[in-house]
């Protein structure tokens, strides 16, 4: 699913605590815990209170266990960085936040009233009730887009309703911020997120369309509307692609009570190319508020799939596939550039290197200003043993080597979205370390050699190797002893 890099030795990394478990009553950054209300793919949520926070509260922490996907990590850093930057009714309230250094967790507002899911026991949906429902998630939708954020993860389980009637969208782990760097892409090759409600770009590795959401949105209620998933649930990267090709059976084919205007607007969602679907969230709910103004066209007629010419013509011929675009904001400045540093954390520190790599930083952060700093770790994957994803301390890898990158770069003093720290898992680090310069655009790449050893001799340093390979400049820093 994704890489791992790290660097630095374990003598050097913070005196890590065996993680403190949420158990009843245990009291974590001021927070008092009380029942567990949940346990997602990727994390766990409890029920807290605190004497200067009034009013229900939710605690959410990662899960950090034996064999847990590394992307559980990285998708609560971006929570972590998400969800404080988001206001309205349509998020959950940000109260406070836990640093990976001694527990990372997030406590937000609890909304009382539970999620749609309950709702799939009662399925298909009259469409009286439906449309009034999708424009909800809509406006919700369009609330967090003009607040520069794409979701990636609707779905009936992200979505609760307030007493007071709006929709608010939970679990911003997957989710995309234009203004931020975005861990997950640059972490994973794979695509994240929920089989059913994934877009086609989405599949294809594009994280910041916001039709994206209108894609899912629209799955939700085909799925509301008949009482079946438009593509299923498939669990492979094939299956996922299928909907590129290959478009359901129309709503009406499954529900005859679904009216025109409602399969209208359900399979303008569903459209391959995002150009086909509604422009805004806030026009899709205007669609979903006044079904007498949606303009029918063929869609709303349609009672049965495309047949297998068009399949096999959207399949296979070049000028009939969709042409997925990472989406920019127009006038723009260009991005700024990104710097890489690589941190051999596995071996003895040596204070010279990694004073000299910082020197190697400034001078480099001078030149570009604006520049971003990305911290890799390559935390080493056995080749035929299995891998075990705890020390024998009982605490995650993962999660060492990442505060240890933290540590390191904090003399750097940068700014939060200035500086990313990311732990790339993998067998062979050169490799590691060029495919993630490759994928992510690295400008510069600055890496440590450690002094001349017969095993390097042998078996080649892991710093000529990249600067040989890497499809960037590359620093090579030696330390200097005076």
Known sequence: MGFGLIGG?????????????????????????????????????????????????????????EGEDPAAIVSFEMEQMILPRLHGPHAP???????????????????????????????PMAAEELAPLGALVATALEAIHRQ??????????????RESGEAVLIDYGLSHHDQLPDLMEEEFRLPYGTAPYMAPEQVMGIRSEPRSDLFA???????????????????KLSGLKRRIWRDPPPPRALNPDVPKALQETILRCLEVDPERRHPSAAQL???????????????????????????????????????????????????????????DLAEAPDPLLDDAL????????????????????????????????????GQ????????????????????EGRVTFHVLEAIDAAAALTEYAKANGIDHLVLG???????????????????????????VVRPYAG
């Open 285 to 343: 709910a205007f669609d979903l508020r006044n079904p007498d103004q949606v303009v029918l066209t063929p869609r709303a007629e349609k009672l049965e799939a495309d047949g297998w010419r068009a399949t096999l013509r959207r399949r296979f011929n070049p000028e009939a596939r969709p042409v997925f675009r990472r989406r920019l904001d127009e006038g723009a400045p260009p991005p700024a550039p990104i710097l890489a540093v690589a941190l």
């Open 358 to 393: 910082r020197v190697t930083l400034r001078g480099l952060l001078a030149i570009h200003a604006g520049a971003r700093i990305a911290c890799l770790h390559v935390l080493r994957q056995n080749r035929l043993a299995p891998d075990t994803s705890l020390n024998p301390e």
């Open 148 to 161: 520069h954020v794409v979701h990636l993860d609707v779905k009936p389980s992200n979505i609760l309703l």
């Open 217 to 235: 949105l629209g799955a939700l209620l085909y799925f509301f509307a008949t009482g079946t998933r438009p593509f299923g649930d498939p669990q």
């Open 396 to 415: 995650n890898k993962h999660v060492n080597r990442l505060v240890a990158l933290r540590t390191w770069a904090a003399p750097l003093g940068l700014p």
């Open 449 to 475: 050699a450690r002094p001349v050893s017969i095993k390097r001799r042998l078996l080649g340093s892991v710093s000529a190797e990249v600067a040989m390979l890497a499809p960037c400049t590359v620093t």
């Open 93 to 123: 309230r940000f109260i406070a936040n836990g640093d990976f250094s001694a527990q990372p967790f997030i406590v937000m507002e609890r909304i009382p009233a539970g999620s749609l899911l309950p709702r799939l026991a009662h399925l």
């Open 9 to 65: 030795s374990a003598s050097r990394q913070p005196d890590l605590m065996h993680r403190l478990r949420l158990t009843e009553g245990a009291v974590i950054g001021g927070f008092v815990v009380g029942p567990r209300l949940h346990r997602g793919g990727m994390a766990l949520i409890h029920a807290v209170t605190h004497p200067d926070h009034p009013g229900p509260l939710v605690m959410k922490v990662p899960a950090l266990f």
